[in-house]
């Protein structure tokens, strides 16, 4: 620890090894305080700048990852590409070293373009941790802020509340029911109860109560704490690579594609291996001529670029989504997303604004009406139309000041626009009071809070015990309106308090919520005289008087409205899961357009808890809107359509939503308001908190498995194509049309720009109006296994005609036959590669043709390509080749023309034919079930 650091320790009676090694949970709060020279007005902005200059961000060091050359090795771990080397050396030895060098370029390519996109996907990795890091409630000259958790120094001091994940080493100072889930240091899951008091320097690390150490995480109460480590001094710093592992690019579909590249390198083999037999003992070919026309065989029938392709596609796709707010946390879940049949999401700042406003306060005997959207304090108060001077009317004021002294939010306003931090419902309820003109200081000077019981799901109220510094106590108290009721016996009247109706209530309460709006119940009572502690007893005796329900409406993203009618026109089933009321829900519901799904059928949480697994799955499958749900009922649903089929995708923010989050298929938490544990279970985090981000999500994922797929549609063909030409030569015992070198340059340049060019494809058309794939659907199946033979069968024929007519009919060199075969098989590919732009409609309809800018550019430079290939003088005696005429050209060119139409052709007829499984019916949503 630096000099003026120990300096400081001299003073403070600290024991001997203060400092990087001390022993903080042997000392007292006191003593830490000293020993960090701290007030729980927190530091200065200039202290807080100096410590992190003296003592380095909150952050750990990335994880160790394996070296460049290491990386790059690894790329020739695969068995294609281990047949292209055994290839190469067999060149070799034949002293063929022509072919030996342009094997090996092709090699060498293959592994450059995997190496460098590895790069770019580990530097996408960390550019996405950096999103995703935590924030902390720290105090800085007396008030709250919120900060990064990388800029927390030592001596800082924090607020710590359910949900949050600790952010750096604490020693506790204020411990309100703390409990704290230590699992990832001590791999005890019971979370542990926090106190103040030392313990013994040797005390091991689950017995230090005192403590809060990076990395865990808050399950229940609040606490406040000053920071005595930071980054890779803190405990959490020691095991920091359990912490950042890299994520790894390895997903199903890679895994598919590995597993039948073994089978494709089995089938590779075994017909070469045939095709040299026949050749050498059949048709008596010398030996090393055999052996070259096998290694051009082999050669041909590897699709070299696919793995780059694929790992290119997937790349692609995670940043297309990050550019659309949904940041992909595992890669898996880009491909996961693509077959989704039902997202589960939260109401609050998900479907809706997340700029919570009170739009009513409702009395026993009277309705207030506020004027105002959002956290600006601008608006006014009605009763029948008539505007009302809250200061005028006591109970109104009494129930304001009420919900701004019972609340933890903060309301302020920065550059001209009105910030709050906290809770939306709570900054609502500030949002109100301003209206009403109420100073926020000055109520909580006059009012000052002793005690608090914060709000948690288990008992859902918040409890604040005041003094008025006149003997008075009184205790406000803010809930949900079924268990705030629950506890009051009395009422606010025009004339005082009077005996509670709860049937009048349970009117007025059915009343606002039918209007789309939240409820939230305040009520209040006297306290015991010289009350200093408020406990759990102290409010479930009761005796409240229950003061008034506000209404507050959060209205729905215009987004998620369009977004919501495109999931449900994509065969994507909305689910709403909510905490609101079941009016509430329902009203929102039918605002998004969810409830036209199901015909409005919503169901709450008691109503779930009344149903067996068998009735609840028959339930989710007719009802989208859940109302009054605990984080247990988001677990069941999730289960309960996933038991009927259904791939889920589940949004959540809290700490309780991660048992439901890691259930679904794809977790989804929320970026701004999403706690640290919900982003840690999900595999996609929103930047936006918006549904509209998750529509946009599953299009992209759908579009990445579609170019997967042409790519593959694409290589095959055209690969088999190749090796058809080759295999027909030698059974008829012809010159080679294609030499191991030209096939080479063929598959080079076609998988760099061609194929390549399919991973940057647009979404087609209605790919959101298409039922969602199934997981287990394999890659290649149905109509796309009748595609593959057909257009390789086009390929051979042309190429190899081509061939045979020039060397038969017209009777030139084989330089020149072999010129001409290879620029009709590229020129097959090429117009090959517009039928791609839409897998099965026609692509001149709607001029989707000329909608893919990358298609487009491909073609350019392959055209390029193949001119330099076909007319430089380096190129001919390098590849064995010779210039060829417009004559020559003219046929070629109508070849490729012919490859195109015919396979729109082919298109057009399978697709009115009733018995072919065409995915046809992909473009129509799937019935509602």
Same mark, same amino acid.
């Given at each position: 620890?630096?000099?003026?650091?120990?300096?400081?320790?001299?003073?403070?009676?600290?024991?001997?090894?203060?400092?990087?090694?001390?022993?903080?949970?042997?000392?007292?709060?006191?003593?830490? &305080?000293?020993?960090?020279?701290?007030?729980?007005?927190?530091?200065?902005?200039?202290?807080?700048?100096?410590?992190?200059?003296?003592?380095?961000?909150?952050?750990?060091?990335?994880?160790?990852?394996?070296?460049?050359?290491?990386?790059?090795?690894?790329?020739?771990?695969?068995?294609?590409?281990?047949?292209?080397?055994?290839?190469?050396?067999?060149?070799?030895?034949?002293?063929?070293?022509?072919?030996?060098?342009?094997?090996?370029?092709?090699?060498?390519?293959?592994?450059?373009?995997?190496?460098?996109?590895?790069?770019?996907?580990?530097?996408?990795?960390?550019?996405?941790?950096?999103?995703?890091?935590?924030?902390?409630?720290?105090?800085?000259?007396?008030? &709250?802020?919120?900060?990064?958790?990388?800029?927390?120094?030592?001596?800082?001091?924090?607020?710590?509340?359910?949900?949050?994940?600790?952010?750096?080493?604490?020693?506790?100072?204020?411990?309100?029911?703390?409990?704290?889930?230590?699992?990832?240091?001590?791999?005890?899951?019971?979370?542990?109860?926090?106190?103040?008091?030392?313990?013994?320097?040797?005390?091991?690390?689950?017995?230090?109560? +005192?403590?809060?150490?990076?990395?865990?995480?808050?399950?229940?109460? &609040?606490?406040?704490?000053?920071?005595?480590?930071?980054?890779?001094?803190?405990?959490?710093?020691?095991?920091?690579?359990?912490?950042?592992?890299?994520?790894?690019?390895?997903?199903?579909?890679?895994?598919?594609?590995?597993?039948?590249?073994?089978?494709?390198?089995?089938?590779?083999?075994?017909?070469?291996?045939?095709?040299?037999?026949?050749?050498?003992?059949?048709?008596?070919?010398?030996?090393?001529?055999?052996?070259?026309?096998?290694?051009?065989?082999?050669?041909?029938?590897?699709?070299?670029?696919?793995?780059?392709?694929?790992?290119?596609?997937?790349?692609?796709?995670?940043?297309?989504?990050?550019?659309?707010?949904?940041?992909?946390?595992?890669?898996?879940?880009?491909?996961?997303?693509?077959?989704?049949?039902?997202?589960?999401?939260?109401?609050?700042?998900?479907?809706?604004?997340?700029?919570?406003?009170?739009?009513?306060?409702?009395?026993?005997?009277?309705?207030?009406?506020?004027?105002?959207?959002?956290?600006?304090?601008?608006?006014?108060?009605?009763?029948?139309?008539?505007?009302?001077?809250?200061?005028?009317?006591?109970?109104?004021?009494?129930?304001?000041?009420?919900?701004?002294?019972?609340?933890?939010?903060?309301?302020?306003?920065?550059?001209?626009?009105?910030?709050?931090?906290?809770?939306?419902?709570?900054?609502?309820?500030?949002?109100?009071?301003?209206?009403?003109?109420?100073?926020?200081?000055?109520?909580?000077?006059?009012?000052?809070?002793?005690?608090?019981?914060?709000?948690?799901?288990d008992h859902k109220y918040m409890a604040t015990l005041h003094h008025d510094h006149?003997?008075?106590?009184?205790?406000?108290?803010?809930?949900?309106?079924?268990?705030?009721?629950?506890?009051?016996?009395?009422?606010?009247?025009?004339?005082?308090?009077?005996?509670?109706?709860?049937?009048?209530?349970?009117?007025?309460?059915?009343?606002?919520? +039918?209007?789309?709006?939240?409820?939230?119940?305040?009520?209040?009572?006297?306290?015991?005289?010289?009350?200093?502690?408020?406990?759990?007893?102290?409010?479930?005796?009761?005796?409240?008087?229950?003061?008034?329900?506000?209404?507050?409406?959060?209205?729905?993203?215009?987004?998620?409205?369009?977004?919501?009618?495109?999931?449900?026109?994509?065969?994507?089933?909305?689910?709403?899961?909510?905490?609101?009321?079941?009016?509430?829900?329902?009203?929102?519901?039918?605002?998004?357009?969810?409830?036209?799904?199901?015909?409005?059928?919503?169901?709450?949480?008691?109503?779930?808890?009344?149903?067996?697994?068998?009735?609840?799955?028959?339930?989710?499958?007719?009802?989208?809107?859940?109302?009054?749900?605990?984080?247990?009922?988001?677990?069941?649903?999730?289960?309960?359509?996933?038991?009927?089929?259904?791939?889920?995708?589940? =949004?959540?923010?809290?700490?309780?939503?991660?048992?439901?989050?890691? &259930?679904?298929?794809?977790?989804?938490?929320?970026?701004?308001?999403? =706690?640290?544990?919900?982003?840690?279970?999900?595999?996609?985090?929103?930047?936006?908190?918006?549904?509209?981000?998750?529509?946009?999500?599953?299009?992209?994922?759908?579009?990445?498995?579609?170019?997967?797929?042409?790519?593959?549609?694409?290589?095959?063909?055209?690969?088999?194509?190749?090796?058809?030409?080759?295999?027909?030569?030698i059974l008829m015992g012809l010159a080679l049309p294609l030499t191991p070198v030209?096939?080479?340059?063929?598959?080079?340049?076609?998988?760099?720009?061609?194929?390549?060019?399919?991973?940057?494809?647009?979404?087609?058309?209605?790919?959101?109006?298409?039922?969602?794939?199934?997981?287990?659907?394999?890659?290649?199946?149905?109509?796309?296994?009748?595609?593959?033979?057909?257009?390789?069968?086009?390929?051979?024929?042309?190429?190899?005609?081509?061939?045979?007519?020039?060397?038969?009919?017209?009777?030139?060199?084989?330089?020149?036959?072999?010129?001409?075969?290879?620029? =009709?098989?590229?020129?097959?590919?090429?117009?090959?590669?517009?039928?791609?732009?839409?897998?099965?409609?026609?692509?001149?309809?709607?001029?989707?043709?000329?909608?893919?800018?990358?298609?487009?550019?491909?073609?350019?430079?392959?055209?390029?390509?193949?001119?330099?290939?076909?007319?430089?003088?380096?190129?001919?005696?390098?590849?064995?080749?010779?210039?060829?005429?417009?004559?020559?050209?003219?046929?070629?060119?109508?070849?490729?023309?012919?490859?195109?139409?015919?396979?729109?052709?082919?298109?057009?007829?399978?697709?009115?034919?009733?018995?072919?499984?065409?995915?046809?019916?992909?473009?129509?949503?799937?019935?509602?079930?």
């Amino acid at each position: 620890m630096a000099d003026d650091q120990r300096q400081g320790e001299a003073g403070t009676g600290l024991p001997e090894g203060a400092g990087n090694d001390q022993a903080w949970h042997a000392l007292s709060c006191e003593q830490v &305080r000293r020993h960090w020279a701290v007030t729980r007005e927190g530091l200065s902005p200039d202290e807080a700048r100096d410590r992190l200059d003296r003592y380095g961000r909150n952050e750990l060091k990335p994880p160790e990852r394996a070296s460049a050359l290491v990386r790059f090795l690894r790329h020739f771990h695969n068995i294609l590409i281990y047949i292209l080397i055994a290839a190469a050396i067999g060149t070799a030895l034949l002293g063929h070293w022509v072919d030996t060098g342009v094997i090996a370029a092709v090699v060498l390519i293959n592994t450059l373009i995997g190496f460098v996109q590895e790069g770019k996907a580990e530097k996408a990795l960390d550019a996405i941790r950096q999103m995703l890091s935590p924030m902390a409630v720290v105090v800085r000259d007396g008030k &709250r802020r919120e900060v990064p958790a990388a800029e927390i120094v030592p001596g800082d001091i924090i607020h710590l509340q359910a949900g949050d994940k600790v952010p750096a080493d604490l020693r506790l100072l204020e411990a309100k029911n703390l409990r704290i889930e230590e699992a990832v240091l001590t791999g005890e899951s019971v979370p542990v109860e926090k106190g103040l008091d030392p313990v013994a320097k040797d005390a091991p690390l689950g017995d230090r109560a +005192g403590m809060a150490y990076s990395g865990t995480l808050v399950t229940f109460g &609040r606490g406040v704490g000053v920071v005595v480590a930071t980054g890779e001094r803190t405990e959490i710093g020691r095991i920091s690579a359990m912490l950042g592992e890299v994520e790894s690019l390895q997903t199903p579909l890679v895994r598919q594609v590995e597993q039948f590249g073994r089978w494709l390198a089995a089938v590779i083999i075994a017909i070469s291996a045939a095709t040299f037999a026949f050749g050498y003992w059949v048709r008596d070919y010398p030996l090393d001529e055999m052996f070259l026309a096998a290694a051009s065989l082999a050669v041909s029938s590897i699709p070299e670029g696919l793995p780059a392709i694929m790992t290119i596609a997937l790349a692609i796709g995670v940043q297309k989504m990050a550019r659309r707010n949904a940041i992909i946390r595992k890669l898996p879940a880009v491909e996961t997303l693509g077959s989704v049949s039902a997202i589960c999401s939260d109401k609050t700042g998900t479907l809706t604004r997340n700029e919570m406003t009170v739009q009513v306060l409702a009395f026993c005997d009277r309705q207030v009406e506020v004027d105002g959207v959002g956290y600006a304090p601008h608006g006014g108060f009605s009763i029948n139309d008539r505007d009302v001077d809250p200061e005028d009317n006591p109970a109104l004021w009494e129930t304001l000041r009420a919900g701004l002294l019972c609340n933890d939010a903060q309301l302020y306003e920065k550059n001209g626009d009105w910030v709050m931090e906290g809770d939306p419902t709570e900054g609502a309820l500030l949002t109100v009071a301003r209206k009403a003109g109420m100073d926020p200081q000055r109520q909580q000077e006059r009012y000052p809070r002793i005690d608090v019981i914060p709000f948690e799901s288990d008992h859902k109220y918040m409890a604040t015990l005041h003094h008025d510094h006149h003997g008075h106590e009184v205790i406000y108290l803010k809930g949900a309106p079924e268990r705030v009721l629950s506890l009051c016996r009395r009422q606010m009247g025009r004339e005082g308090p009077e005996p509670l109706d709860e049937s009048r209530w349970k009117g007025l309460m059915d009343g606002v919520a +039918g209007r789309g709006q939240r409820l939230l119940a305040i009520a209040a009572r006297d306290g015991k005289p010289g009350q200093r502690t408020l406990d759990y007893e102290h409010v479930e005796q009761g005796d409240f008087t229950l003061m008034a329900v506000v209404g507050i409406i959060d209205p729905p993203r215009d987004e998620a409205i369009r977004a919501v009618k495109e999931c449900i026109g994509a065969g994507v089933r909305v689910k709403m899961i909510t905490g609101d009321h079941l009016i509430t829900a329902r009203a929102v519901g039918d605002m998004l357009g969810i409830n036209r799904q199901g015909g409005g059928r919503a169901l709450s949480g008691h109503q779930i808890d009344a149903m067996d697994d068998r009735e609840l799955h028959r339930a989710v499958a007719v009802t989208d809107v859940f109302a009054r749900t605990s984080p247990e009922h988001k677990l069941r649903l999730v289960e309960a359509l996933q038991a009927g089929g259904r791939i889920v995708a589940m =949004t959540g923010d809290g700490v309780n939503d991660a048992p439901a989050l890691k &259930r679904a298929d794809v977790g989804v938490a929320m970026g701004h308001k999403g =706690t640290e544990a919900a982003k840690e279970a999900s595999e996609m985090v929103l930047a936006d908190d918006n549904f509209a981000s998750i529509a946009h999500a599953v299009e992209e994922g759908r579009t990445v498995y579609d170019n997967i797929r042409k790519a593959i549609l694409h290589m095959l063909p055209t690969n088999a194509g190749q090796s058809l030409t080759i295999m027909m030569a030698i059974l008829m015992g012809l010159a080679l049309p294609l030499t191991p070198v030209q096939v080479l340059w063929v598959n080079m340049v076609t998988s760099v720009t061609l194929a390549m060019a399919l991973a940057f494809e647009p979404s087609e058309p209605g790919v959101m109006r298409r039922p969602p794939r199934a997981p287990d659907t394999p890659l290649l199946s149905g109509f796309l296994l009748w595609r593959i033979p057909f257009v390789a069968v086009l390929l051979w024929i042309g190429t190899f005609g081509h061939f045979v007519y020039m060397e038969e009919v017209v009777g030139v060199s084989d330089e020149l036959a072999r010129t001409v075969a290879i620029n =009709t098989l590229v020129a097959g590919q090429a117009f090959y590669l517009f039928n791609l732009r839409l897998i099965y409609q026609p692509v001149l309809v709607g001029g989707e043709i000329f909608k893919s800018r990358a298609m487009w550019m491909a073609i350019g430079v392959l055209v390029v390509l193949q001119l330099s290939f076909t007319y430089l003088p380096v190129m001919n005696t390098l590849f064995g080749l010779e210039p060829i005429g417009m004559a020559d050209w003219g046929r070629i060119l109508a070849f490729g023309l012919a490859v195109f139409v015919i396979v729109e052709l082919e298109k057009a007829v399978l697709r009115r034919l009733p018995w072919v499984d065409t995915g046809e019916g992909q473009r129509q949503a799937a019935p509602v079930r």
